[in-house]
């Protein structure tokens, strides 16, 4: 038994003016031909997953490429080609009895709407008709052509993303499911709704856990295989943007398509559990200021890097500053231009610095601040969880600058946070501090659940949580939240 065994993933994000380039992925993990086995067996990623059941199964394994490039605007257009023909050539050397790929499903490219199933079309091209599987983030955007590309569809379970590495496992497993015969059957329904992140975890969130609940428990029904749910990340604006379900099942019996619209009456029934609730800088400070219990935790959301957007917004310090309230404040920011200014001068120098908004210069000028440079950091850091796990990564070359009371990690390079790993590569502890922003819908409420008070911050920007804020120009009316009716609205 030969199986083909890759990956290609990137969060897209429609309202960010930043771009991936090759970096984003080398920043992460980009490994090709032998090094897919060699670097990724006994890691934590959906191929090191898959690797662990086929090594198992003692199935002879051809490496494509496996690589993760983050989050951002787009994919330039020559790396995405670079990419994907890199993934499909080992393809023509030699037939394969099936093939699983791990890909995220929202990837942003230009000159395409969907750049994953632009890939499986080259995919199905060069194989024909085997059984292909797979996985995605459960912020992909599943369509009609998807499901008819692929043999079988499972997404993360978990919001955080904790479990990349069983969603490896639950994709091979179906592989070898479909290779020992038995014909695999998919069920589709999605919604005109979009969930802002930041209400969709599976653990936080009381009304995604009911529906991860329900899911769980099909997966129990004989027959049913896999039942998924997929929130396409709201802010890669699609015309047919939706959440919805797909079931694997290989029982011809079960009528699958009657329990997908089960979940998705339940899904609607929910929706308003979904809008978040937001504070402004001025409230989360008035509220918290003077208490003794530390850090405050605020989320300046808008600029998440793992949700596309440019990681180099300073609209959230900017207020924090003009309250002017002598607290200690931590935060980071996205500057090649200021790290390489700070790279001129020695330790402990003080400069004049015109700091972040440059990609995302919509909201407001680059803050000016009089700081001294406290360190200098390579920008090398390992994740310690989620869809990264175990990958060492890299903000490149990285700068501590301290002005007053703020401490800012300016960096070279934007960076998905899962945790703190950045903060503390860099010798920073969030603890020692009164105030810390992170850029983060989702994760953090997981990562500092220890802090007295987390606030998720109502400020413009590309992952806006406000997703009326947005400025929806592609995405079919209606759909919720922007519209809202007692029957679902449905996409095709
Ligand atoms: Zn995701």
Avoid at 123 to 130: H, Y
Avoid at 375 to 401: C, K, P
Wanted: charged share 20%.
């Amino acid at each position: 038994m030969r199986v083909a065994v890759g990956a290609l993933l990137f969060e897209g994000n429609s309202f960010s003016l930043s771009r991936a380039g090759i970096e984003a992925f080398e920043n992460n993990y980009l490994e090709r031909g032998q090094d897919v086995l060699s670097k990724l067996r006994g890691g934590g990623v959906e191929v090191s997953g898959a690797l662990s059941v086929f090594d198992k199964a003692e199935a002879e394994i051809v490496p494509l490429i496996a690589s993760h490039g983050g989050c951002g605007g787009a994919v330039r257009r020559r790396v995405f080609e670079q990419l994907r023909d890199e993934l499909v050539a080992p393809l023509a050397h030699g037939p394969v009895d099936g093939i699983y790929l791990a890909l995220h499903g929202a990837m942003a490219c230009e000159e395409t709407d969907h750049p994953e199933v632009e890939l499986l079309r080259m995919v199905r091209a060069a194989v024909g008709d085997i059984p292909i599987v797979v996985s995605l983030d459960l912020h992909g955007n599943v369509t009609p052509d998807l499901v008819d590309l692929c043999t079988a569809i499972v997404c993360y379970q978990q919001y955080p993303h904790d479990d990349a590495f069983e969603t490896g496992i639950r994709g091979a497993r179906l592989l070898l499911h479909a290779l020992a015969g038995h014909p695999l059957r998919m069920a589709y329904r999605k919604l005109a709704m979009l969930i802002s992140p930041t209400t969709g975890g599976t653990r936080l969130s009381p009304a995604m856990r009911a529906i991860y609940r329900e899911c769980r428990a099909l997966e129990g029904v004989p027959g049913v295989l896999a039942a998924s749910y997929f929130m396409l990340t709201p802010w890669l604006e699609r015309r047919d943007g939706g959440s919805g379900f797909v079931l694997v099942v290989d029982d011809p019996a079960i009528d699958a398509g009657a329990l997908a619209d089960a979940l998705i009456a339940k899904l609607w029934a929910a929706r308003h559990a979904f809008v978040p609730k937001l504070t402004t800088v001025e409230a989360a400070i008035a509220e918290t200021i003077g208490a003794e219990a530390k850090p405050i935790i605020l989320s300046e959301m808008s600029d998440a890097v793992g949700a596309g957007a440019g990681g180099d917004s300073v609209y959230a310090v900017r207020q924090f500053l003009a309250l002017d309230t002598g607290a200690a404040l931590l935060a980071q920011v996205v500057d090649p231009e200021v790290v390489a200014q700070a790279a001129q001068s020695p330790l402990g120098a003080e400069l004049t610095v015109a700091v972040g908004n440059k990609i995302e210069n919509r909201y407001g000028p680059p803050i000016v601040l009089k700081a001294r440079v406290m360190r200098f950091f390579d920008g090398a850091f390992t994740y310690s969880g989620g869809l990264m796990s175990g990958v060492r990564a890299s903000i490149g070359s990285s700068v501590v600058l301290q002005a007053g009371k703020l401490t800012l990690l300016v960096s070279t390079y934007p960076s998905y946070e899962y945790a703190d790993e950045q903060y503390r590569a860099a010798g920073l502890d969030p603890r020692q501090f009164e105030f810390v922003l992170v850029k983060n819908p989702m994760n953090f409420q997981q990562t500092y659940a220890w802090a007295p008070k987390l606030f998720a911050l109502d400020t413009p920007g590309a992952a806006a949580a406000d997703l009326a804020r947005l400025d929806w120009t592609l995405c079919e009316r209606p759909f919720f939240p922007l519209d809202d009716g007692p029957q679902p609205y449905m996409r095709p």
